[in-house]
């Protein structure tokens, strides 16, 4: 029969790969250098070492592969989507801030249970994220971008808790960061039973899997609940991710690959893929977990073995993005029936403008001071100007620089997703940082500006790149932004786990502030802000076709390559401008463009204007509570932008819900 | 609005970094304002910092505006915060110390900033006398240490069940043991002063050593401990060769490590009274 030779071929290609495992595991084995002091008391401990330490690591690496394997297959059979996974879908960092929040606010928490207080962190984010995505019927590019969003906001919440309370910080760097050592069977113990159930729950559910698979008539009409059974799939498969996520940090992208590699292998049924994917998944944590041991000193490993994965993970989501298609046409939720349009524009954008410049002269004035709450005037005004001004302007610029890149990536890729903060550039300023503050010793203002420039702009070009050549659509430049800044990120978090003054510099610049900006910032601000959005208005008329999608666009005869090119260029040019003024967190540039298209500005270059606007006064507001609400503490603006951002896309999904209904 | 108050002889100061802070306070000068006060209190405890000083804030986002308004007539700040320099400037003349840098020892460093602080201040004597102190603090404490039998400490902090972070032979921690005559038992280089994560099994390598706890301490690293095979079979934990100490600021001057030398005796004495009732 095929089946007999389908499967014997696999089995055989199998065989290399868990040689390769097993040599590396040998390795670490033989490899290990000899402990100090007298030898009879060494030879009891290193017995410990190997069959307490060494032999749990080496089986919590396979374990907790092949659960990642086996959940990152279930999430993309079940939401038919192949970049699926505990990563991509913002249950790694939905647990992250859980734990922070029980951390610092409730240790009583953690200590009772990690795995309780983790998985209730993934529940809620992915719930959140598919909710964002149901409108878009679970389109792939879309619940990825939730995803990312979401990760986005949990994110900056967590810097902000961190920040503020300082203490245990360490315990979650190390475990935001994913490492793999044990000292004890505690953590194999309690994985084991979980990745059984888990295997056992996939194969009792191996009919309705397949038949979600097809799409939903043809599953509905052979009689499958689907709701039930999705729910159902999605649960288990969130349990093991999170599970994992509690027990030994987050590792990045090894329920993304080991699908892939076990297609690649050969598998190609279901059935199959349910044995090959944990397989891989397993084999690969567990070369890479090897490799960081042996490339590592004696006592410290070369990186942690949850970022190394990220650096595989990252690539490998780029190159799967060349093969990617968006399933749902590109279409702006607002243009559709029932909004408002504006009978006049242009006058509203200059009401607007005045509601803006009002806004800016109450923050100017309005402050507190040592003898409480106080309207500066006079010699008092004069005195704080300098300090004031700056980060009001340096707000204002880059909410407006934002919301614009938000505008061009929204109009751009027909995804109302799709903010600048996902296109990687502003994560390539973090990992520029991050470079500087290891190679240089003592860092100053030009060498942080540098070491962020040179970053965003290695991205940005690598961005261009892709999205230059053919065949690459603005889908596929959401992916690949979406790996870029998942491939810094990767290295941004091994720098934050290194516990000295670095980490707490790279946290400061990660938690957006606009305290430390002075002149300088100010006019590169203003400048920036004149020289990349105004001629924007240049190209309004393509931000007025583009979203009708490829075919209008080719047929009304849209320059193919520039019309692409040119607001994507703009986009990742302003973010990465923008990200260095206050750092990467803000979500203004995703709900900027919102505001806008909300309050009725429809055409590309209204809305553009409208959400320049918004964004500027978001973030000047964002910037003005930063400063009074815990006075003289400051709150970093990234969690106000969160604040303000979270709220919003829970409303925007509420929405959604009722049009579905 | 309180006016400043001032040092005996010399100018009114603020101070951004706590290295400065505690070098200050324990020369008897209070500066006008400072920063994290609420942190500073909880984490390098000593010495107590007066009411009259003004909160800057978080260290990393520091009050510009508060700043302004206390009127320093000098502000002292490290090297890590030289991106605020320009911005500081506008208030006052800045003086930058650098103790924690690639290649810096931070006691000697920790050592002239005081007298450089006492000259700038006016209060020479006062900082030569507590050089003095500080010598003869440690050399007090050294006659202190012989329950420790002549073995290295491994000073560390825990950051969860799995991982610790080491205070390595250029840290603060390192140079007051050295000082004290204690070898440190991590050996390898670590990045100015500390390095992170480790993994516990690394304890392995140091079974001689007396593993001295920093805070904080994870709520629930004790408790998973506890019941570990691997961690209980250490010849260290085996002969209860542990000093648990209380909360140090990792990143101080001179006061930070008499504060560390202290706490280290005081735990050996309270282990010693512990064994033997």
Redesign the interface.
């Known amino acids: 029969m095929a089946r007999g030779r389908v499967l014997q071929r696999p089995a055989l290609r199998w065989l290399l790969p868990a040689a390769l495992a097993l040599v590396l595991i040998v390795a670490v084995i033989a490899s290990r250098a000899p402990l100090p002091g007298d030898p009879a008391v060494n030879a009891a401990l290193e017995r410990i070492l190997l069959w307490h330490s060494l032999m749990p690591r080496f089986v919590t690496a396979l374990i907790s592969g092949a659960a990642l394997g086996l959940s990152g297959l279930l999430f993309q059979q079940v939401l038919r989507n192949p970049i699926a996974d505990a990563s991509t879908l913002g249950i790694a960092s939905g647990a992250q801030l859980a734990l922070t929040v029980a951390t610092v606010y409730a240790p009583a928490l953690i200590a009772a249970s990690r795995e309780t207080t983790a998985l209730a962190g993934g529940l809620v984010a992915v719930a959140i994220v598919l909710a964002l995505a149901w409108r878009r019927k679970l389109d792939p590019v879309t619940v990825v971008l939730s995803g990312m969003v979401i990760s986005l906001i949990a994110a900056a919440l967590s810097a902000t808790i961190v920040l503020a309370k300082g203490e245990y910080v360490l315990s979650l760097f190390i475990w935001g960061a994913g490492s793999l050592n044990q000292q004890s069977w505690d953590a194999p113990l309690m994985l084991v039973p979980r990745l059984v159930l888990g295997c056992v729950a996939a194969a009792l559910l191996l009919r309705p899997l397949t038949l979600l698979a097809l799409d939903d008539d043809s599953a509905r009409s052979l009689g499958l609940a689907l709701h039930g059974a999705r729910i159902l799939v999605l649960l288990v498969a969130v349990w093991l991710a999170a599970t994992v996520t509690a027990e030994v940090g987050v590792i990045g992208f090894v329920g993304l690959a080991a699908p892939m590699i076990a297609r690649a292998a050969g598998a190609r049924r279901l059935r199959d893929l349910l044995i090959a994917a944990p397989f891989a998944g397993a084999l690969l944590l567990s070369v890479t977990d090897s490799a960081v041991q042996l490339l590592g000193s004696a006592t410290a490993d070369l990186a942690p073995t949850g970022a190394a994965t990220a650096l595989i993970g990252g690539p490998l989501l780029l190159w799967m993005s060349r093969r990617m298609v968006q399933t749902v046409p590109p279409q702006l939720d607002g243009t559709r029936q029932g909004m408002a349009r504006l009978r006049r524009p242009w006058l509203a954008i200059a009401t607007i403008g005045c509601g803006l410049a009002l806004l800016s002269v109450i923050a100017l004035v309005l402050g507190r001071g040592p003898g409480g709450w106080s309207l500066a005037t006079g010699a008092l005004f004069a005195d704080l100007l300098p300090f004031r001004a700056p980060r009001i302007i340096v707000a204002g610029t880059a909410g407006a620089m934002l919301a614009a890149a938000g505008t061009l990536m929204q109009r751009l890729t027909g995804n109302p997703l799709a903010g600048p903060e996902v296109l990687g550039v502003s994560a390539g300023g973090g990992l520029g940082l991050a470079v500087m503050l290891l190679l240089v010793p003592a860092i100053g203002p030009l060498t942080m500006l540098a070491g962020a420039a040179g970053g965003s702009f290695a991205v940005l070009l690598v961005m261009l790149l892709i999205a230059a050549r053919p065949g690459y659509g603005p889908t596929r430049l959401l992916l690949a932004g979406i790996a870029m800044g998942a491939l810094c990120m990767a290295i941004v978090s091994t720098v934050l786990a290194q516990g000295d003054m670095r980490s707490y510099a790279l946290l400061l610049w990660l938690s957006g502030s606009t305290n430390r900006v002075g002149a300088f910032e100010a006019w590169t601000g203003l400048v920036a802000c004149l020289l990349l959005v105004a001629p924007l208005f240049l190209f309004s008329r393509w931000l007025d076709i583009l979203p009708l999608g490829d075919g209008v666009s080719r047929a009304i005869g849209l320059p193919r390559i520039a019309s692409r090119l040119l607001p994507a260029a703009s986009a990742a040019l302003l973010t990465g401008i923008a990200s260095l003024l206050i750092g990467p967190l803000s979500l203004v540039g995703l709900v900027g463009p919102h505001l806008a298209r909300l309050s009725g500005f429809v055409q590309g270059r209204h809305q553009l204007a409208a959400s320049a606007m918004l964004g500027a006064a978001v973030m000047v507001l964002a910037d003005w509570l930063s400063r009074i609400v815990a006075f003289p503490y400051q709150v970093p603006v990234g969690l106000f932008a969160a604040l303000i951002g979270g709220p919003y896309l829970i409303w925007l999904l509420s929405r959604g819900a009722d049009r579905n209904g | 609005?309180a006016g400043p108050a001032r040092s005996a002889a010399g100018p009114s100061v603020a101070t951004v970094d706590w290295a400065v802070l505690e070098t200050l306070l324990a020369l008897g000068i209070t500066p006008v304002a400072a920063t994290?006060l609420l942190?500073f209190r909880?984490?390098a405890v000593e010495p107590a910092v007066p009411a009259s000083v003004?909160?800057?804030?978080?260290r990393?986002?520091?009050?510009?505006?508060?700043l302004?308004?206390?009127r320093p007539e000098l502000i002292f700040i490290s090297?890590?915060y030289?991106?605020?320099?320009?911005?500081l400037r506008?208030i006052a003349p800045v003086e930058s110390f650098?103790i924690?840098?690639?290649?810096v020892e931070p006691f000697a460093a920790a050592e002239q900033m005081t007298l450089a602080l006492g000259r700038r201040l006016g209060a020479e004597e006062a900082a030569q006398r507590y050089l003095t102190e500080t010598s003869a603090e440690f050399a007090a404490l050294r006659g202190r240490l012989g329950a420790l039998e002549g073995r290295p400490v491994i000073p560390i902090?825990l950051?969860?069940a799995?991982?610790f972070?080491v205070f390595g032979a250029d840290s603060m921690f390192g140079e007051a043991l050295a000082r004290l005559g204690i070898a440190n038992a991590w050996t390898?280089s670590t990045?100015?002063?500390?390095?992170?994560?480790?993994?516990?099994?690394?304890l392995?390598?140091?079974?001689?050593a007396w593993i001295a706890l920093i805070p904080?301490t994870?709520?629930?690293a004790m408790?998973?401990l506890g019941r570990?095979?691997?961690?209980n079979?250490?010849?260290n934990i085996a002969a209860r060769r542990v000093l648990t100490l209380d909360a140090i600021n990792p990143?101080g001057a001179l006061p930070a490590a008499r504060r560390f030398a202290r706490q280290l005796v005081a735990a050996l004495d309270h282990r010693g009274a512990a064994s033997r009732g």
């Open positions: 609005m994290e942190q909880e984490v003004a909160d800057l804030g978080l990393g986002t520091v009050n510009f505006e508060m302004r308004l206390v090297n890590f030289a991106s605020s320099e320009a911005r506008l650098t924690y840098a690639r290649g902090n950051g969860d799995r991982h972070r390898e990045s100015y002063s500390a390095m992170a994560p480790i993994g516990l099994e690394a392995a390598r140091v079974p001689e904080p994870p709520p629930d408790r998973i570990s095979a691997f961690w079979a250490l010849p990143y």
